[in-house]
């Protein structure tokens, strides 16, 4: 059985990535409060997994995440895009008008902003995450109020489903990343056909030495399907790079890599792995 560390509970996002991610597999969840505790959780103990959001198409990357990554030691081993809906949850009977109060994390509440301006005079209120507003209502069986979340949490906490698909924009998705530890990854991921890496790396404060890197990689065929830069702390206007890559040659990728580490400083492979497909 896979011991796999997630944020959150039962029922919760992250939940559910996990156990599509490994489907067909028998898993164990560990609850984390934290992304911190995730990799506390990796790194106490090496057989230990993790699945980690990492960005979501409409509030975008978790900044914290990909430096926790780093930071920690672990080594990313696969992807997985969850299509996010999010419905509204109630104690069994509610009707739309008994609702009073409507608890959930701040950017669910946000994505479902349209929908919640239909319900007239009904405060809202941020909780730390949507399944737990969910297991908040049902363990204090709190009449008026609502979550929203996932229709799973939905279901494991006994509320009822008031209306479902309530997220304003339909192509929400969520890209999660499974990390271990780097031993623990190397047995995971042996066989695996890899066609996309993370990197990290800083660069000289020079001209055009962002520049020189993204045409040394467009040479080698590389597609960049993500770069996103971090303030490093304590070296004022020094940046880190955080870069995806997607290749059909693992060759020249490794070309690729050879050919800018001379003009990087720092350069990390996160992980070498196959492309995530995208849930329905």
Same mark, same amino acid.
């Given at each position: 059985?896979?011991? #796999? ?28 409060? *934290? @992304?911190? !505790? %995730? ?5 106490? +103990? ?13 509030? =975008? ?20 895009? $969850? ?9 069994? =009977?509610?009707?739309? !008008? ?23 005079? #009904?405060?809202? %209120? ?15 069986? $709190?009449?008026?109020?609502?979550? #929203?979340? =996932? ?5 494991? @906490?006994?509320?009822? %489903? ?18 271990? !530890? ?18 990290? @790396?800083?660069?000289?404060?020079? *001209? ?10 467009? @040479? ?37 890599? +050879? ?22």
């Amino acid at each position: 059985m896979k011991r #796999v560390a997630i944020q959150g509970i039962n029922g919760s996002y992250h939940d559910t990535a996990a156990r599509n991610y490994f489907e067909g597999e028998e898993i164990e969840i560990v609850g984390c409060n *934290t @992304f911190r !505790d %995730v990799i506390k959780a990796i790194r106490d +103990d090496a057989l230990t997994l993790g699945l980690m959001a990492i960005e979501n198409t409409i509030a =975008g990357s978790l900044l914290q995440n990909h430096e926790l990554i780093r930071q920690g030691g672990c080594y990313i081993i696969g992807e997985y895009k $969850l299509r996010i809906s999010h419905s509204l949850a109630a104690l069994p =009977g509610t009707r739309l !008008d008994d609702i009073r109060e409507v608890n959930s994390h701040p950017i669910a509440l946000m994505q479902c902003e349209e929908y919640l301006d239909t319900l007239r005079g #009904v405060k809202r %209120v941020e909780m730390e995450d949507t399944a737990m507003s969910a297991k908040w209502i049902a363990e204090n069986a $709190l009449k008026g109020h609502a979550a #929203v979340c =996932g229709r799973a949490a939905a279901e494991i @906490f006994g509320l009822e %489903v008031i209306a479902d698909g309530i997220e304003t924009n339909k192509r929400n998705f969520t890209r999660f990343l499974a990390i271990a !530890d780097q031993w623990t990854a190397e047995d995971m991921l042996r066989g695996v056909v890899r066609n996309k890496a993370s990197l990290v @790396f800083s660069l000289p404060h020079t *001209t055009g030495s962002l520049s020189k890197i993204l045409t040394i990689l467009s @040479f080698y065929d590389m597609n960049l399907s993500k770069i996103q830069s971090l303030p490093i702390i304590g070296r004022e206007w020094e940046y880190l790079f955080y870069v995806d890559l997607t290749f059909t040659d693992y060759v020249r990728y490794k070309q690729a890599l +050879d050919a800018i580490m001379p003009l990087t400083k720092d350069l990390k492979i996160l992980g070498e792995y196959a492309e995530g497909k995208q849930s329905c």
